[in-house]
């Protein structure tokens, strides 16, 4: 793991709590799986807070499965980005082990659609999070965000505020 200072190593596939310091904030009751992390700062998606409209909801995916989305965070909120466990999907890009960022999201959704990808393997996102170089390290150290050690695989779980409750009581 890269080292970005002398305190902090990659957060890159970690899970992030926000604290009450972050009450009342976009970030409120929010878990953020990191995605990339590195002296340049840092990329994640929150991962329970369920968007109001899900994908074929949206008029370029009306003919789509519907397959809930979550509000990432509050950039980039007009594009839609998406975690997964497919190698197979083209442009893709490995965060970890069994985890994907990306790539053909048209081929992430007809995966879905026919079966070969559940949603326990996929997870879409309207907007993420960014932070610029050393943000999210001074976000933890004056405790806006805990780090929570979970399993990989609870990226995609059906997750709402109920999980905040779970994982910030642990």
Same mark, same amino acid.
């Given at each position: 793991?890269? #080292? @970005?200072?002398?305190?902090?190593?990659?957060?890159?596939?970690?899970?992030?709590?926000?604290? $009450?310091? @972050?009450?009342?904030?976009?970030?409120?009751?929010?878990?953020?799986?990191? %995605? +990339?992390?590195?002296?340049? $700062?840092?990329?994640?998606?929150?991962?329970?807070?369920?968007?109001?409209?899900?994908?074929?909801? @949206?008029?370029?995916?009306?003919?789509?499965?519907? #397959? &809930? #989305?979550?509000?990432?965070?509050?950039?980039?909120?007009?594009?839609?980005?998406? @975690?997964? %466990?497919?190698?197979? #999907?083209?442009?893709? %890009?490995?965060?970890? +082990?069994?985890?994907?960022?990306?790539? &053909?999201?048209?081929?992430?959704? +007809?995966?879905? $659609?026919?079966?070969? =990808?559940?949603?326990?393997?996929?997870? !879409?996102?309207?907007?993420?999070?960014?932070?610029?170089?050393?943000? =999210?390290?001074?976000?933890? +150290?004056?405790?806006?965000?805990?780090? !929570?050690?979970?399993? %990989?695989?609870?990226?995609?779980?059906?997750? &709402?505020?109920?999980?905040?409750?779970?994982?910030?009581?642990?």
């Amino acid at each position: 793991m890269m #080292i @970005l200072n002398k305190n902090m190593e990659s957060l890159k596939g970690s899970f992030l709590v926000s604290t $009450g310091a @972050l009450n009342d904030s976009y970030f409120e009751n929010a878990v953020v799986f990191i %995605t +990339e992390h590195d002296h340049k $700062g840092g990329v994640g998606f929150i991962i329970n807070h369920l968007f109001e409209r899900k994908l074929n909801e @949206l008029v370029e995916f009306k003919h789509s499965p519907a #397959i &809930d #989305i979550y509000a990432g965070g509050p950039v980039a909120t007009e594009h839609l980005f998406f @975690l997964h %466990t497919s190698p197979f #999907i083209q442009g893709s %890009t490995q965060v970890i +082990e069994n985890i994907y960022l990306g790539g &053909d999201f048209k081929k992430g959704v +007809e995966l879905y $659609g026919n079966g070969q =990808l559940s949603s326990s393997e996929i997870k !879409i996102f309207l907007g993420y999070c960014g932070w610029n170089a050393n943000e =999210l390290e001074a976000e933890i +150290e004056e405790g806006s965000w805990q780090k !929570i050690n979970a399993a %990989t695989e609870s990226v995609f779980k059906n997750s &709402d505020e109920g999980l905040w409750n779970e994982w910030i009581k642990s």
